[in-house]
């Protein structure tokens, strides 16, 4: 709710009413795309840590973004429910 005053002296109150779409994902569907949500970040964690261990044994720098997509792997492992 927005209240303003004018230079009269009136106040002047507004309202929005927002309205949300939503969709309900079937059950099947959603636990599909969540097991492949999963199972593509466990590909990309995987694939990243060993680039990781050979950039340490031939003792050259990391790039910054690996770190980032490290950890977003991994939140996305932590955090996707089973």
Do not use: E, K, N
């Not at 709710?1 to 309205?19: K, L, Y």
């Not at 050979?54 to 939140?75: E, G, H, K, T």
């Amino acid at each position: 709710m927005a209240t303003t005053t004018t230079s009269s002296g009136s106040i002047v109150v507004a309202r929005r009413v927002v309205r949300t779409m939503t969709y309900r994902w079937p059950d099947v569907t959603f636990a599909i795309w969540l097991f492949v949500m999963m199972l593509c970040s466990s590909v990309i964690l995987g694939i990243l840590s060993v680039f990781v261990q050979i950039q340490q044994q031939l003792l050259l720098p990391i790039p910054w973004f690996v770190y980032l997509m490290l950890s977003a792997c991994a939140c996305t492992v932590i955090l996707t429910p089973v």
